[in-house]
Structure formats: structure tokens, C-alpha cells
């Protein structure tokens, strides 16, 4: 698991740069639901704030 802080703020800017394209979707996230669930929290998480108010 990679779990470090910075590759947290990784997946909060992928998940905001993912949001804010058109064509983006969930179904994108790069990160492995068992390998590195806490990574694709955060990067879900980002894209679905990004997506209904902007910035988070």
C-alpha cells in the first residue's frame, strides 16, 4: 500500500483534475479498491467535490 502523505495529496489533485474534465468518471480512478483503498477514497472523494462545487 502506498499510503504516504504525499501520494495522499496525489490522489486529492488527480481526483480534482479528474472531476473537472467533462469526459471523467469514477470508473477512472487509478487506484486498486483493495490495494490502496485509502488512495481511492481520497481521489474519489476529490472528483465527486470537484465535480458538484468546484474546488474543494
Same mark, same amino acid.
Given at each position: 500500500m502506498q499510503g504516504t502523505f504525499s501520494g495522499s495529496e496525489q490522489a486529492r489533485d488527480d481526483g480534482i483534475a *479528474?472531476?473537472?474534465?467533462?469526459?471523467?468518471?469514477?470508473?477512472?480512478?487509478?487506484?486498486?479498491?483493495?490495494?490502496d483503498?485509502?488512495?481511492? *477514497?481520497?481521489?474519489?472523494n476529490a472528483f465527486v467535490t470537484s465535480r458538484l462545487y468546484g474546488e474543494p
Amino acid at each position: 500500500m502506498q499510503g504516504t502523505f504525499s501520494g495522499s495529496e496525489q490522489a486529492r489533485d488527480d481526483g480534482i483534475a *479528474a472531476g473537472k474534465e467533462p469526459s471523467g468518471s469514477l470508473d477512472h480512478c487509478p487506484y486498486d479498491e483493495y490495494e490502496d483503498p485509502i488512495l481511492r *477514497a481520497i481521489w474519489q472523494n476529490a472528483f465527486v467535490t470537484s465535480r458538484l462545487y468546484g474546488e474543494p
